[in-house]
Antibody, heavy 120, light 106 residues
Framework: QVQLVESGGGLVKPGGSLRLSCAAS????????MSWIRQAPGKGLEWISY????????YYPDSVKGRFTISRDNAKNSLYLQMNSLRAEDTALYYC?????????????WGQGTLVTVSS | IQLTQSPSSLSASVGDRVTITCRAS??????LAWYQQKPGKAPKLLIY???TLQSGVPSRYSGSGSGTDFTLTISSLQPEDFATYYC?????????FGGGTKVEIK
């Protein structure tokens, strides 16, 4: 079965960096576009990055552009999110998601999330 | 593209018909999805392309609309349906979600 398992979250000081990982299994990872979506405590969902199958196309919203970098290693079935210059407002649960076959930007599988806390 | 969901919360009883609306700030054709999220769990895809039910989702769920106005309807609310529901626009690669609608037990 499809599994997405995030790791790498934790407590970091403002201005610090963190790298999240997502281990994918149960499907051919190299056939799917992937995204990261986050959810601040008690808040709604915010899409924060998207990567194509090859890794050549990446999208970000303005809130993280220039600070976050999405990448993937198809040989390792893994998705990554490098987060730099972290701010308190980046505190959230970060989900790894798979774009399904039913159309662009529809997320049919989600991991359970990894919590990032930015605090001094 | 901004998505505005209403109401932000509602109370309903088992067996009730529930309707949630999602309004887009510009025309997004039928490029809309709905997700359900239960406390402590990841969101689950319910509907895509505004009205297409994801495999395995009960038929009491339905979606409608196009352009800027969309609805998610639960025809007969079941105990397992108490959750928060989010719409998501798929029209632009700058993806956005609605603010969510929490469905609570009356």
């Amino acid at each position: 079965q499809v599994q997405l398992v995030e790791s790498g979250g934790g407590l970091v000081k403002p201005g610090g960096s963190l790298r999240l990982s997502c281990a994918a299994s149960g499907f051919t990872f190299s056939d799917y576009y992937m995204s990261w979506i986050r959810q601040a405590p008690g808040k709604g969902l915010e899409w924060i990055s998207y990567i194509s199958i090859s890794g050549n196309t990446k999208y970000y919203p303005d809130s993280v552009k220039g600070r976050f970098t999405i990448s993937r290693d198809n040989a390792k079935n893994s998705l990554y999110l490098q987060m730099n210059s972290l701010r308190a407002e980046d505190t959230a649960l970060y989900y790894c998601t798979r774009e399904g076959r039913m159309g662009d930007y529809v997320f049919d599988y989600w991991g359970q999330g990894t919590l990032v806390t930015v605090s001094s | 593209i901004q998505l505005t969901q209403s109401p932000s919360s509602l109370s309903a009883s088992v067996g009730d018909r529930v309707t949630i609306t999602c309004r887009a700030s510009q025309d997004i054709s039928s490029y809309l999805a709905w997700y359900q999220q239960k406390p402590g769990k990841a969101p689950k895809l319910l509907i895509y392309a505004a009205s297409t039910l994801q495999s395995g989702v009960p038929s009491r769920y339905s979606g409608s609309g196009s352009g800027t106005d969309f609805t998610l309807t639960i025809s007969s609310l079941q105990p397992e349906d108490f959750a928060t529901y989010y719409c998501q626009q798929l029209n632009s690669y700058l993806l956005t979600f609605g603010g969510g609608t929490k469905v609570e037990i009356k």
